[in-house]
């Protein structure tokens, strides 16, 4: 399926797709430093094993950024 | 209108020129009341540019001394300053920019206990903390304060920023929920982050302080502002105020501040590396 990934077209060669199994074909690294939106609504994380996700949905990885610099 | 002396008339003649701030924008700004959290990265750069613009009361909040490798980005800060407090060090700054302005130097632990206290005096509050409890505590008290907020975080090569108004736009909570767990964050001596990426958010975030005072343009209100320093891809993400919410949303589950979400240990490992407020 197509999706809207941050902005970017890309096409999913899944039938069925979850927020758990986008995370994980999209390799993020630590998901907890990531909120997911969809549509322009946060997905709850006790969600992302069922909330799908449909063809043309547009999809937004929000990272958490502290500092990072430290003293 | 209030009588602007010669010097002031060529103090601010670049803002006045603006014709979206001119005379009466400049003179908000002189009675306006801003405070930065945190004396670090992003709250130095933001500091001096809201002396310079002449912001009549600016708050600064930090309980940090200066330390070496503050420097490389802590703008505010001198090699000569090392040792002094972050606050007292900014504020002389500040003062030698604009001698006339009133700077309120806080030199503490923002907590549950303090933090409404302090933010009532101001207009308008620059996030420049570097860690999520502090972050979520400072969202949250401006929510039940009904005090507009500028978001800002930064890691390594990326930047991001939100302008927060109560009641009207998505909070940061609406888009973050929860501090991530302590163990997921990434450590300073894994992340870092190049110096001159606190400047830019910094005066982005004052920027939106100077447009709210003066009323110009539009704020990123329901907007996730995200830079990357290797590509200079800047993104605008919408965000959307969020009913389930739990601070600002219809049936909000946090209605008071609590400092449960900083653990024990965290707060002795933030202490131990002397950053539990500055950015
Ligand atoms: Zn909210």
Redesign the pocket.
Same mark, same amino acid.
């Given at each position: 399926m197509r999706i809207i990934i941050n902005g970017e077209a890309e096409e999913i060669n899944e039938a069925e797709l979850t927020v758990s199994r986008l995370l994980n074909i999209k390799n993020i690294e630590s998901p907890d430093m990531v909120s997911v939106q969809v549509n322009d609504t946060i997905v709850d994380r006790a969600d992302y094993d069922h909330k799908q996700i449909s063809q043309d949905d547009e999809v937004e990885f929000l990272y958490f950024m502290g500092g990072g610099a430290c003293s | 209108m209030r009588d602007f002396s010669t010097e002031e008339l060529d103090r601010y003649s670049r803002h006045i020129l603006l014709s979206d701030v001119g005379v009466e924008g400049q003179e908000k700004l002189l009675s306006a009341r801003v405070l930065i959290i945190g004396a670090g990265g992003l709250g130095c750069p933001a500091a001096l540019y809201l002396a310079a613009a002449g912001v009549g009361k600016i708050g600064i909040v930090d309980n940090d001394v200066v330390e070496i490798s503050n420097l490389q980005r802590q703008i505010a800060h001198f090699t000569y300053d090392i040792g002094r407090s972050k606050v007292e060090s900014a504020r002389d700054k500040m003062l030698q920019i604009n001698p006339g302005l009133n700077i309120e130097t806080y030199q503490l632990f923002l907590q549950a206990a303090n933090i409404r206290e302090i933010i009532r005096d101001y207009d308008f509050v620059i996030d420049g903390t570097d860690n999520f409890p502090t972050k979520f505590l400072v969202n949250d008290a401006c *929510?039940m304060e009904n005090i507009p907020l500028s978001h800002g975080g930064i890691l390594r090569f990326d930047g991001q920023t939100m302008t927060i108004v109560p009641g009207e736009s998505? %909070?940061y909570?609406?888009s973050f929920r929860s501090p991530p767990p302590p163990d997921a964050v990434p450590t300073c001596s894994q992340a870092g982050v190049l110096g001159a990426i606190a400047g830019m958010l910094g005066t982005i975030q004052a920027a939106e302080a100077l447009k709210f005072i003066t009323g110009a343009g539009s704020l990123l209100t329901n907007t996730l502002l995200t830079f990357n320093a290797k590509t200079m891809a800047f993104r605008k993400i919408n965000l959307k105020?969020?009913d389930d %919410?739990p *601070?600002?949303?219809s049936k909000p589950t946090i209605t008071e501040l609590t400092d449960a979400e900083q653990t024990t240990c965290d707060l002795k490992q933030l202490k131990k590396d002397g950053n539990y407020v500055a950015e």
């Open positions: - | *929510v998505s %909070c909570r609406c105020k969020q %919410c *601070v600002c949303g």
